[in-house]
């Protein structure tokens, strides 16, 4: 299988996100401070570039998501993008790649991590949403503002927030539009972690290597089947468990997962 280096990544020309790999953790931190890290045809082309790569690469076991700038974490696409006379194929296609990167986030089998400060909002939120943990600092804003000019939130904004909060609070944001704090946030199951502006990034950092030392193996099993069992029976779900279970157990982490507790030390997963 042929694998990208890191080399490949970091010297790739990203013109609105830059990205940094380091100790097997990948950061991609949205780079539009001055119009709030809104998407443009510039990041919407570093998310394309990106997403073929993450999985290319064996030496990255977890990402981390954040954003420059102190207003906001994303406010979603810059408003110009829907002036454009679209005709309606043509949006669905152009649409869809916005999507097949959120996807991949959720589908990818390695822990994504979204560090949010100030607004997230619109496609901004649907990008935390679309990762697996979601730190936010305490004066951090959450909502939806897509139907002010007679649109939804249509990148996850009604499928994923209907599965991760509920109907009710999910009505509250999009239909009402009403933008809610991240005590609020941390309540309804949006947010994972609440921390000050100053823990920030050392919080995201910590987890990020807490989950680099665990196997990545077990760790990209369990977040698909997770995903997975949100749409399916509980009968089916159990057969995913025991699938994944046998193929864990015959790998060589689990072993050395078991000889290091054995030996009371830290075990060195090696993937395999």
Request: aromatic fraction near 8%.
């Amino acid at each position: 299988m042929i694998t990208e280096s890191n080399d490949v990544i970091l010297d790739h020309d990203f013109k609105a996100v830059k990205v940094g790999i380091a100790g097997q953790i990948l950061t991609m931190t949205l780079n539009r401070p001055e119009r709030l890290n809104t998407f443009n045809e510039d990041m919407k082309e570093d998310f394309r570039w990106l997403e073929r790569r993450i999985e290319a690469n064996d030496d990255i076991r977890v990402m981390i998501i954040n954003a420059e700038g102190e207003k906001a974490f994303g406010a979603g696409a810059d408003v110009s993008w829907f002036e454009q006379d679209f005709l309606t194929e043509r949006f669905r296609i152009e649409y869809r790649w916005i999507h097949d990167f959120f996807d991949r986030l959720e589908r990818i089998e390695i822990p994504v991590i979204a560090a949010i400060q100030g607004i997230c909002a619109c496609g901004g939120l649907e990008l935390a949403m679309s990762c697996d943990f979601r730190i936010a600092t305490s004066d951090a804003r959450f909502g939806f503002t897509e139907g002010n000019i007679n649109l939804i939130p249509g990148s996850g904004g009604c499928s994923r927030l209907v599965g991760m909060i509920g109907p009710g609070w999910a009505k509250e944001l999009v239909l009402a539009g009403e933008f809610i704090d991240a005590e609020r946030a941390q309540q309804i199951g949006l947010v994972t972690r609440i921390v000050s502006r100053e823990e920030l990034q050392s919080e995201a950092q910590a987890l990020a290597e807490k989950l680099v030392a665990k196997a990545p193996g077990a760790l990209g099993l369990a977040k698909a089947i997770l995903n997975t069992c949100q749409n399916i029976d509980g009968a089916s779900g159990r057969i995913l468990e025991r699938i994944g279970q046998s193929v864990l157990i015959r790998s060589d982490d689990h072993k050395e997962g078991v000889r290091a507790f054995r030996e009371k030390r830290r075990p060195n997963y090696s993937g395999r």
